[in-house]
């Protein structure tokens, strides 16, 4: 028994070398420079001779840093307090469960300069401490930019000393948190904290678009002359308590509205905001902006973004916005995608922001990340926005590449990464998150009289708007019915998320809670030609729109957990030992339908 001890020795001795080691290859966004100097680890107390240093060449960036972790100290080396305080996060994420270190050297900085996150307090009022927790979620991901959409149309949350009315809830939305804003030093309190975290903030007041609360609160619209009057005041108090030094730039909205005077409200607008020191932002499609304001991208076909136009910096917000996809295909989705066109920063391509907007009302605030895959969605564009390059020549979008080429083997692994943070940091974040993978699907589309087609997909998750483009099948009522085989080593039951429908966190337009003992837009699922049922529902036949609800009662209805297939608990699927057939069945059969199927089996 003797010849067993020293390699069991070795073995203990080399475990939590192996499970530092770990924590180093799944950081989050990848460092650009990564040296291991050795197997051995650092103890935790060593955490304690943290030194740093403020004096690296000036020609790096300012978010750069170097890290260092030896035995007896680490060191962290930037040119500005921001890349400390990156260096710091990827520590964070370098200490395994029991507080030890691998023994490494990390350089790394950023591709581009800005890498966002905006959320829509206008239609919905999130709190200061809702907005802090997720400002915490943006600094431990090395996202650097918070867009505060301020204003919309139910509400202006804007402390407004010069016209109280504003603030007033009679003037608001019913149902819309009325009466809601943040006092200036509310503003001034979640500034602060985002500094402390490396985040800017870039507050937006919307205009002269996205503002009935201003036509109800005054009688008259943001672009009549007495409009601009008192958006000059209110942008003067607003700079005047909100000083340059913390907020060097104030975006301007401008999209989705058509006004008499496009050209002229635009360049009073820019001029305004300019004469308080500050740099302008705004929405590109929009009213049209001068060479010096930053666009920010979007399309109505989001994703759509081939190259960054020229002659004046920009933003890419064109990957899509979270509350449009599937939150388990959008990782994907931004994982793929290639940033400002080519995948590089320069003088006019200054990065992207990751958009969460909520046109429908919500009542448990916290809730609307989980419905939307805030936590998932984030850690892609983090990795993507930080990194830049291409990930594929040819960007799969919303349709999974197949299992054995190298993109999809790259996103395979960058799951793991993704299930090792919801495990150590992101467990309630991502408490609604399963990996997908690529297995091959035999997929039929038919109408009531023909078959148009037979193509093969890949997917846990298939978005069959994008499979009916790429093959040209055209709109229409359709039945497709999907095929695949799994191998079961056992007699067994096994845990999937099933889902026929996808509905937008924004329009409702979806089929909506279907009767007991039913699945959504005449779904069904079969294992070898026997029925899976479908689960109970809290409230069968609701929730049923197929038509958009914007500005009419039913977006007033907030979303609940149960009308979100990745919210609902698995269903559970009978498997015989061998190889069973998975069939799934589902039907487009109203405009605007989301066709969509999901089966994606639970950890």
Not at 44 to 51: I, K, S, V
Not at 127 to 133: A, T, Y
Not at 256 to 281: K, L, N, Y
Not at 409 to 417: C, D, S, T, V
């Amino acid at each position: 028994m003797r010849p067993l001890v020293r390699p069991l020795l070795i073995l203990a001795a080399l475990l939590p070398a192996a499970l530092a080691a770990q924590t180093l290859d799944n950081l989050i966004p990848r460092p650009r420079r990564v040296e291991l100097l050795s197997d051995r680890t650092v103890a935790p107390d060593t955490a304690r001779q943290l030194r740093v240093r403020l004096d690296a060449p000036a020609d790096w960036d300012d978010e750069q840093y170097a890290l260092l972790i030896a035995p007896r100290r680490i060191e962290i080396r930037a040119k500005t307090p921001q890349g400390v305080v990156w260096a710091r996060r990827t520590l964070d994420q370098l200490r395994d469960d029991e507080g030890r270190y691998p023994h490494v050297r990390i350089d790394d900085w950023p591709e581009f300069p800005i890498r966002g996150f905006l959320w829509d307090d206008g239609r919905n009022f999130a709190g200061v401490e809702l907005i802090k927790q997720w400002l915490d979620l943006l600094s431990a991901y090395k996202v650097n930019l918070f867009q505060w959409h301020l204003t919309d149309k139910p509400a202006w949350r804007i402390e407004c000393r010069c016209y109280p009315q504003l603030n007033d809830g009679r003037y608001q939305r019913p149902g819309r948190d009325q009466g809601c804003y943040y006092t200036y030093d509310q503003i001034r309190e979640v500034f602060a904290y985002a500094r402390e975290r490396g985040i800017r903030v870039l507050p937006e007041i919307d205009m002269p678009g996205h503002s009935d609360f201003f036509d109800a609160t005054f009688g008259f619209a943001m672009d009549s002359p007495e409009g601009m009057r008192v958006l000059e005041r209110c942008i003067a108090e607003f700079c005047a308590e909100i000083p340059a030094s913390i907020c060097p730039a104030i975006h301007i909205g401008s999209d989705e509205v058509h006004i008499a005077d496009p050209e002229g409200f635009m360049a009073w607008a820019q001029r305004t905001v300019r004469s308080h020191g500050r740099t302008c932002f705004a929405w590109d499609p929009g009213l049209p902006a001068d060479s010096l304001t930053v666009r920010q991208y979007w399309r109505e076909t989001p994703g759509e973004m081939t190259d960054m136009p020229a002659g004046f910096p920009a933003l890419d917000s064109s990957m899509g916005y979270l509350n449009l996809y599937d939150p388990l295909l959008m990782p994907a989705k931004l994982f793929f995608y290639t940033p400002c066109g080519d995948g590089r920063a320069s003088a006019t391509s200054l990065g992207g922001i990751l958009c969460l907007w909520n046109d429908v009302r919500i009542d448990d605030k916290p809730r609307a990340a989980l419905h939307s895959g805030l936590a998932g969605g984030l850690l892609a564009f983090a990795e993507r926005f930080w990194c830049g390059g291409r990930t594929v020549d040819n960007a799969p979008g919303t349709l999974l590449p197949a299992p054995d080429t190298e993109a999809m083997q790259r996103f395979e692994a960058f799951q793991r990464r993704m299930a090792d943070h919801r495990r150590r940091f992101l467990a309630r974040e991502m408490s609604y998150w399963s990996p997908i993978h690529a297995p091959e699907w035999e997929v039929v589309f038919s109408t009531d009289t023909a078959t148009i087609a037979r193509v093969k997909a890949w997917g846990d998750v298939i978005d069959l708007d994008a499979l009916c483009r790429l093959h040209a099948i055209p709109d229409g009522e359709l039945t497709v019915r999907l095929s695949r085989t799994i191998r079961s080593e056992s007699d067994t039951v096994r845990r999937f998320k099933v889902g026929f429908d996808h509905p937008q966190r924004s329009n409702r337009i979806s089929d909506g809670i279907p009767e007991q003992g039913r699945w959504p837009n005449a779904g069904s699922l079969t294992v070898d030609g026997r029925p899976v049922a479908p689960p109970p529902y809290e409230q069968p036949g609701a929730y049923r729109f197929h038509f958009h609800t914007w500005a009419r009662p039913q977006e007033e209805l907030p979303y609940t957990d149960e009308q979100l297939y990745w919210m609902r608990p698995p269903v559970e699927v009978p498997l015989r030992r061998g190889d069973n057939r998975v069939e799934l069945t589902l039907r487009r059969h109203f405009a605007g339908q989301r066709f969509h199927v999901a089966f994606v089996e639970a950890e």
